[in-house]
């Protein structure tokens, strides 16, 4: 699992109709300081997360387990919202 905030959307006209209806995201992956990383990951988002917000994603063979990416080929899937982290007794600043 990885966490990161999301910092934009695709926008795209002509895809593989499988992706067809669904929002993908960019999310700029953080560290369990609440920083930034430089790595990156298109997501799909399965739960409505918008820009700015933190969000859990899960990747490869977790992002095609559930109902609606079985078949569809996504590497990144959204997951969860989150509000909180806390890590070894101390709220992170996200």
Known sequence: MIIGKVIGNVV????????????????????????????????????????????MLVTGAASRSSAETTDKGFD??????????IFEDKEVKL
């Open 76 to 85: 990144a899937v959204i997951t969860a919202k989150i509000e909180t982290l």
């Open 12 to 55: 795209s006209t002509i895809k593989d109709p499988k992706y067809n209806g669904y929002k993908l995201l960019v999310i700029q992956e953080m560290n369990i300081d609440g920083g930034y990383e430089k790595n990156f990951v298109i997501a799909c988002d399965l739960i409505g997360a918008g820009v700015d917000e933190v969000v």
